[in-house]
């Protein structure tokens, strides 16, 4: 398996661009992460998927922020309209089971000037 | 006070040292205990797993969990540059799956 795949590695946009991040999670594996992580805070769970339904968006910052799973191979993360503050790396990760490992794809580097 | 606090170093030491990475948390609800490396521009990947209290060992690298003083630890052994990275501890309860991570330590090993 190829691991967790995540496009684009890099994207840089303007402020109040509409910017979508996308991850294929690894086959099988049934619960799905996003992340962002930035100096400041680390690395921050936005929202978790079980079987494609979102389970916790408690992270997700604002309105502004939107994930979705349409099917078991495909995730989207969503930032409609952009702001410099969300420049940040984004992580997309998978695990079987929940309680096993989490393996992290190569991330996102956002850039919104 | 964060949940889970993690020293972000930089920590330098030479090659072969004996390296020591520690993390405190909060939630006393926390039973599965990880450390994950990140090397630069790259995904965290996970290095050792730890469920409860105990000591777990791989090769050169030791983890131990201390639940009655909320502390974890990792150690190195016989440190390589390639082990120069940054070292992540994460960890969750039984009943969430929303996994909190330390801030990450960054470490140099000179050759």
């Not at chain 1, 996308?22 to 930035?38: A, E, M, N, V």
Request: hydrophobic share 30%; net charge neutral; with cysteine.
């Amino acid at each position: 398996d190829a691991g967790v795949i995540q496009s684009p590695r890099h994207e840089v946009t303007e402020m109040g661009q509409e910017v979508t991040l996308r991850c294929k999670p690894i086959s099988g594996h049934d619960y799905l992460f996003w992340y962002r992580q930035t100096m400041m805070r680390g690395l921050e769970l936005l929202i978790y998927f079980n079987n494609n339904v979102p389970i916790d968006d408690s992270g997700m910052p604002e309105d502004r922020f939107s994930a979705k799973m349409p099917n078991a191979s495909f995730s989207t993360l969503k930032i409609q309209p952009s702001e410099p503050r969300d420049s940040a790396v984004y992580f997309c990760a998978s695990s079987f089971g929940g309680y096993t490992e989490a393996f992290f794809g190569q991330g996102t580097r956002l850039t919104v000037v | 006070q964060k949940e889970v606090e993690q020293d972000p170093g930089p920590l330098s030491v030479p090659e072969g040292a004996i390296v020591s990475l520690n993390c405190t948390y909060s939630n006393s609800a926390f039973q599965y205990f990880m450390w994950y490396r990140q090397y630069s521009r790259k995904g965290p990947e996970l290095l050792m797993y730890t469920y409860s209290s105990g000591n777990k060992e791989d090769g050169r690298f030791t983890a131990q969990v201390d639940k009655s003083s909320k502390y974890i630890s990792l150690f190195i052994r016989d440190s390589q540059p390639s082990d120069s990275a940054t070292y992540l501890c994460a960890m969750k309860s039984v009943d969430n799956n929303d996994m909190r991570f330390g801030a990450g330590t960054r470490l140099t090993v000179k050759p």
